[in-house]
C-alpha cells in the first residue's frame, strides 16, 4: 500500500519566518515524490520533484524539499516567506506498479497563510 | 504553447440534471485523470485513463461517467445519480513510463455548483 501523511492542515509564519510544510509517505519501493502549490480557484502547479537523484531538491519561487528515505519524509522548506506564498500545498507520491501505473497519490493539503 | 484546458470555469446545474465537464490536453500525454477537490479533503480520483478507449474507476466513481474516443479528450459527466456533486473538478494529464517522472499537469479547475 502507499499513502502520503501532510502533519498539519494549516500553517501560519509571519513575513520571513522559516516555512516548513511536513510530508511523510509510506511506499514499499523506492517513490517518485512531488510538491505542487494551489492558489485559488486554480489548478495545481508543480513546485519541485525528486525521482531518485540529489536528495536535495529545489523548486521554484525558492522552494526546495529534501528527501529522507530513513525518516520517510520529503518536507518541503523556504527560508523566507512571502505574502505571495500564500496557498494550499499538497504532497504527492508515485509509485509505478501494474495497474497504479503513473498514478499520483496525493496528500490532504496543507494551507499556508502568511502574516505580514 | 501546450498545456490542459478545462471549461467552462463555472458551472450551475439544477439538481438531478446530468452535466458534462470538458478536458482537454495539447501534450500528447497517455494518460487523464479526474479529480474531486473538497476543503480538507484533498484530492480524491474519479475515474483516469491511460489509452484510449479503456478508463478505470478511480476512489470515488460512483455517480460519475466518463469517455475516452481522443487521446486529448477526456470529458466527464456528473450524472444526477451523484449524491453531493457540488465541488471543484480538476483534470489532469500526464505521460507514461520514463516520461512520467514529470508527473502530472492539470487544468484549472470547473466549479459545479448544483441548486
Known amino acids: 500500500a502507499q499513502s502520503v501523511t501532510q502533519l498539519g492542515s494549516h500553517v501560519s509564519v509571519s513575513e520571513g519566518a522559516l516555512v516548513l510544510l511536513r510530508c511523510n509517505y509510506s511506499s514499499s519501493v523506492p517513490p517518485y515524490l512531488f510538491w505542487y502549490v494551489q492558489y485559488p480557484n486554480q489548478g495545481l502547479q508543480l513546485l519541485l520533484k525528486y525521482t531518485s537523484a540529489a536528495t536535495l531538491v529545489k523548486g521554484i519561487n525558492g522552494f526546495e524539499a529534501e528527501f529522507k528515505k530513513s525518516e520517510t519524509s520529503f518536507h518541503l522548506t523556504k527560508p523566507s516567506a512571502h505574502m505571495s506564498d500564500a496557498a494550499e500545498y499538497f504532497c504527492a507520491v508515485r509509485i509505478d506498479r501494474g495497474s497504479t501505473l503513473g498514478r499520483l497519490y496525493f496528500g490532504r493539503g496543507t494551507q499556508l497563510t502568511v502574516w505580514p | 504553447d501546450g498545456g490542459i484546458t478545462q471549461s467552462p470555469k463555472y458551472l450551475f446545474r439544477k439538481e438531478g440534471q446530468n452535466v458534462t465537464l470538458s478536458c482537454e490536453q495539447n501534450?500528447?500525454?497517455?494518460?487523464m485523470y479526474w479529480y474531486r477537490q473538497d476543503p480538507g479533503q484533498g484530492l480524491r480520483l474519479i475515474y483516469y485513463?491511460?489509452?484510449?478507449?479503456?478508463?478505470q474507476k478511480g476512489d470515488i466513481a460512483e455517480g460519475y461517467s466518463v469517455s475516452r474516443e481522443k487521446k486529448e479528450s477526456f470529458p466527464h459527466t456528473v450524472t444526477s445519480a451523484q449524491k453531493n456533486p457540488t465541488a471543484f473538478y480538476l483534470c489532469?494529464?500526464?505521460?507514461?513510463?520514463?516520461?512520467?517522472?514529470?508527473?502530472?499537469?492539470f487544468g484549472s479547475g470547473t466549479r459545479l455548483t448544483v441548486v
Open positions: 489532469a494529464s500526464s505521460p507514461l513510463g520514463g516520461q512520467a517522472v514529470y508527473g502530472y499537469t
Open positions: 485513463s491511460q489509452i484510449v478507449n479503456d478508463f
Open positions: 501534450l500528447n500525454h497517455d494518460a
